[in-house]
Each structure stands twice: as structure tokens, then as C-alpha cells.
């Protein structure tokens, strides 16, 4: 049987924190597997709910505020009388989505993980691929700073993408823009200070592409850290996930 799945648009207005919250903690931003349906309007809806949820919290976003889910950029967000064009995007492997789709419908029980990834290269062949989602294909050992500086080079690399367009004029006038990256980059970065230092030297990497026309802040969502890249400073907040503490709220 064929489920059809509706490609979501958020859209909202809040005229404070606390309204954004309730808003916000209603809708269902669960992200479809590749196979059944997923969407850039899913992936985007995903990102930009949990990054308003916590620039809410942090103080980072004003109000009254203003959403409108479109294209080109991805939303433009009005914000206590300031409109920011907002573009998401997705730091994740291309071979990584098809290595999943071939494990979602032949080897859903299977394990995969350990594989080194190239941001701007294919390395995997058909085979290959079958035999890392079949779990038959182990990855190599991650040493030293292996994982920090795949990272790093990724990062730089989708922000290096997204500001091209930018200054090609890919999106529709606004005075300001602001990045939102998804990291689904597939490394084993697991405690926050490990996340902090690779972002640290990604924006020393970055500077280049942080000179006019550019982003005026960049924004990382990785595991349950948002990373702020603006001004030439870092700034780290946790996740406010409401998600989480609704669904905690309803299984007590």
C-alpha cells in the first residue's frame, strides 16, 4: 500500500516566547524515513522549529514574530520588525542517503556505521553500498583528529555552497540572511567539548566566506547543541527540546 505524505509548510505567528512554545510543542515535526516519503520541506520544518525553540529561550529572536515557510530562501522570518531571510540545509552525505534507502527496504535490521565520507567526492561503488547497509562492510578506525577535521571540511564545505548562491543573488532580496545547518555529518563526535572545538576551528576556516555578501549568522544544529557562528564569535546554547519533554509529559 502506497502512503502518500504531505510535505509540511510552517508557518506561524507568535507574539512571545511562551505563544511560540505552545505553537511550536502541537506540531509534529517528525522526519519521514528516505523511503516513506521524506521531504526538504520535512527536513527544513524539523530544523527550523528546534532552532526557534532554543533562540527563543537564549534571547536570540524578538518579538512579536513572523514565519512564512517558502522557497528561495527557505523562510523568511520577521522578528521583532526585522526581516531575515533564513536558508536551511542539510550537512549530509549523498551516498549516506542512498546506503540508507537500500538498508530501510532490504536490511532493516542491519547495522552500519564507521564509514568515511567525502563531502565533495563519491567513493562508494553499487556494491560497496550494498555491502555497508547489509552491515557486511565494517568502517575504518577513526585516531586522532580524524573525526574534528572530517567534520570541519564538511561543515566548510555546505557553507561554502550556500554562500556561492548567496552571492550569485540564488535568493530573493533580503537586508539579512541567516544559515541554519542540519550536521548529519556521519562522525564520531560525542561530547560536547569535542563539538565545540571542531566549531571553534571551522570558524577560523570559514573567515573567507564571512566578508560581504555573506550570512550574518550561521547556525549549526548538531546532536543537542546549537552552535552560533556571528561577529567572529562562537556561542553554544543545548537544544530546547519541546518535543521531548511533551513526549515525556504524556508517557508520565
Not at 512579536?64 to 550537512?91: R, S, W, Y
Request: charged share 20%.
Amino acid at each position: 500500500m502506497l502512503v502518500v505524505v504531505r510535505a509540511p509548510k510552517l508557518s506561524l505567528n507568535a507574539t512571545s516566547a511562551n505563544a511560540l512554545f505552545a505553537q511550536l510543542s502541537a506540531i509534529d515535526i517528525t522526519v519521514p524515513l528516505i523511503t516513506e516519503g521524506r521531504t526538504s520541506q520535512h527536513r527544513e520544518q524539523y530544523m527550523m522549529a528546534r532552532f526557534l525553540a532554543t533562540a527563543a529561550k537564549i534571547g536570540k529572536i524578538g518579538f512579536p514574530l513572523n514565519l512564512m515557510h517558502g522557497d528561495k530562501p527557505d523562510f523568511v522570518l520577521t522578528t521583532a520588525g526585522i526581516e531575515v531571510g533564513v536558508e536551511c540545509v542539510e550537512a549530509v552525505p549523498e551516498e549516506w542517503y542512498a546506503i540508507e534507502a537500500l538498508r530501510e527496504r532490504h536490511y532493516p535490521n542491519a547495522l552500519n556505521f564507521g564509514q568515511i565520507y567525502h563531502p565533495t567526492e563519491r567513493i562508494f561503488d553499487k556494491q560497496t553500498k550494498i555491502d555497508i547497509a547489509s552491515g557486511k562492510h565494517l568502517g575504518s578506525t577513526w585516531v586522532g583528529s580524524m573525526p574534528k577535521l572530517q567534520w570541519v571540511a564538511a561543515m566548510e564545505h555546505f557553507i561554502g555552497l550556500k554562500t556561492d548562491k548567496l552571492r550569485s543573488g540564488n535568493y530573493s532580496s533580503h537586508g539579512t540572511m541567516w544559515l541554519i545547518i542540519q550536521d548529519e555529518w556521519r562522525v564520531p563526535l560525542y561530547r560536547p567539548q569535542e563539538v565545540q572545538e571542531a566549531a571553534l576551528e571551522c570558524m577560523f576556516r570559514i573567515d573567507h566566506l564571512l566578508s560581504p555578501p555573506c550570512f550574518r549568522a550561521i547556525f549549526i544544529c548538531s546532536g543537542n547543541l546549537l552552535l552560533c557562528i556571528e561577529n567572529g564569535q562562537l556561542e553554544v546554547a543545548e537544544i530546547h527540546d519541546l518535543w521531548r519533554d511533551r513526549d515525556n509529559r504524556a508517557e508520565s
